[in-house]
């Protein structure tokens, strides 16, 4: 069975997982907007809490965002205000967009496809809506998975595997760029947006998991976490010597653009 996450009951610590330094976001909004061209109308499904419409509208871009979580909005919503930045934001399904076809000039989807009941009607519908030779972005964080972050991390997904027989987090992987060809638009290679580098130590990670900061613990039962939270420390404790030394971990945005070809003919055409 796969793993449900209402992201209602955390967009208030959303920003605490998946927050850009300054830096980094500014080159991520100014790399998508490059792809986009100044001035492009972009529409973000799963917007969140707007940690990469804002960045990008600061760039020069139009960006509508759609949502189903109500808190994430709220939250997109006052962040937009307090940054003085316009975002057009709708409750929405990404998996049935309200929107009439090829009226976009991108479509942006960042962390979501993989949490999409039907990521593959989502696709046809980011196809749907975007203009002829659009672009379908999708954006990625990468960290380093022999960093403490990555290593515990896999840990920690592992113990809930092992606790869960049978649980597994929802996930579309390759799947997406193959399933984008056939709707004709061929992704190209993955394009580094920014890179930067974050010192943490094992036992910071670990805290944060058991604050459900970290993203692999949203969907988890407080009983589950905990037993989980367990056994990561334990491998933990005989993994480093001293969990309190800060390590260095790199982090990188990677960006891969598809372009979409002539418009598919409707069903029964």
């Known amino acids: 069975m796969a793993i449900e996450i209402t992201f209602d009951k955390i967009a208030s610590v959303y920003d605490a997982q998946r927050a850009h330094p300054p830096e980094a976001a500014i080159a991520i909004g100014q790399a998508i907007v490059v792809q986009t061209g100044n001035g492009a109308s972009i ?17 020069g871009a ?3 965002g759609i949502d189903v979580s109500g808190g994430m909005l709220a939250t997109a919503r006052e962040r937009a205000k307090e940054a003085g930045l316009p975002l057009w934001l709708i409750k929405a399904d990404a998996q049935a967009l309200p929107f009439a076809d090829g009226v976009f000039d991108a479509v942006l989807a960042v962390h979501v496809l993989h949490l999409l009941p039907d990521w593959r009607a989502a696709l046809a519908e980011m196809v749907r809506v975007v203009k002829p ?20 991390r896999g840990q920690l997904r592992q113990a809930v595997m092992d606790l869960l027989p049978g649980a597994r987090p929802p996930g579309a992987g390759a799947a997406v760029t193959q399933h984008l060809a056939k709707l004709g638009a061929p992704a190209g290679e993955p394009i580094e947006a920014a890179r930067w580098q974050r010192t943490i130590s094992p036992a910071e990670v670990i805290a944060g998991m058991a604050a459900r900061i970290d993203a692999e613990t949203w969907a988890l039962s407080d009983e589950v976490l905990a037993a989980a939270i367990e056994r990561v ?6 993994q480093w010597p ?8 790199e982090h990188r945005f990677l960006l891969t653009i598809s372009r979409a070809g002539a418009k598919l003919p409707a069903q029964g055409e």
């Open 43 to 59: 529409l973000e499904i799963g917007i969140g809490s707007g940690r990469i419409a804002l960045p990008v509208a600061a760039a």
């Open 62 to 64: 139009d960006v509508i």
């Open 133 to 152: 030779g659009g672009a379908i972005i999708q954006g990625v964080d990468w960290r380093d998975p022999a960093s403490c972050v990555g290593m515990l």
């Open 233 to 238: 420390q334990a491998w933990a404790n005989q």
């Open 242 to 249: 001293d969990l309190n030394e800060p390590q260095v971990v």
